[in-house]
């Protein structure tokens, strides 16, 4: 079936710092989201976009929808440890389904 | 109170048994969805509902069944579990005009022995 990769697998950072993750799919989505997944829990929406090309924040997080519409980009500003856990990113199918991606964990140390 | 709870949190069984997974939201939205999640390979759909009339199959729905109760409830069984539906299973809820928001409930973890 369908995949999303997400890429790095996983990012260990210094509080702070900034950090960049993106998506990549072999299909066009017309609305790509991120999810975060804090441990013990379920994911959570962070982010959703509605048009190629497209950048919204949401505080520190910045995502941007790809101008191909076959990726997306999550930066995420002056990293703090309560940024850890599990970021997914997913794309909705015309049929409202959510493919989500493989994800990439993130471990802030202070 | 959590819109999305899930019981039970955890199980262990062992291979063959049949085993259920319930799901119940207080957030009054038609559509409901079950995934797994395995290290490394994200979530993945198994079954969803838009309807309490209405089941779909999602990528993964070999060795599992589900059952749409109600508009609030939605378990998913396995009928004969196998070791390799050991994973963290995900409940999930949308409304019909916002389905890219989906309401996560906190998870089963489920071990098959």
């Known amino acids: 079936g369908q995949q999303l990769n997400q890429s790095p697998q996983s990012m260990f950072i210094q509080e702070g710092e900034d950090v960049s993750m993106n998506c990549t799919s072999s299909s066009i989505f017309n609305t790509w989201l991120w999810y975060k997944q804090e441990p013990g829990e379920g994911p959570v929406l962070l982010i959703a976009?509605?048009?190629?090309?497209e950048l919204t924040s949401n505080g520190r997080l910045t995502a941007q929808f790809g101008i191909t519409r076959k990726d997306s980009f999550l930066n995420i500003s002056a990293s703090i440890p309560s940024d850890v856990g599990i970021y997914f990113c997913a794309g909705q199918t015309n049929t409202d389904k959510l493919i989500f991606g493989t994800g990439t964990r993130l471990q802030v140390f202070p | 109170d959590a819109d999305v709870t899930q019981t039970p949190r955890n199980r262990i069984t062992k291979t063959g048994k049949r085993i259920m997974l319930e799901c119940s939201q207080t957030?009054?939205?038609?559509?409901m969805y079950w995934y797994r999640q395995d290290p490394g390979l994200g979530l993945r759909l198994i079954y969803y509902?838009?309807?309490?009339?209405?089941?779909n199959k999602g990528e993964i729905s070999d060795g599992y069944s589900v059952s749409r109760q109600a508009q609030a409830k939605f378990s998913l069984s396995l009928e004969s579990a196998i070791p390799n539906q050991t994973a963290l299973y995900f409940c999930?809820?949308?409304?019909?005009?916002?389905?890219?928001?989906?309401?996560f409930g906190p998870g089963t973890r489920l071990l098959v022995l």
């Open positions: 976009l509605y048009k190629a090309g």
């Open positions: 957030k009054g939205h038609d559509r």
């Open positions: 999930a809820t949308s409304a019909r005009d916002r389905a890219e928001t989906q309401y």
């Open positions: 509902s838009f309807d309490v009339k209405d089941i």
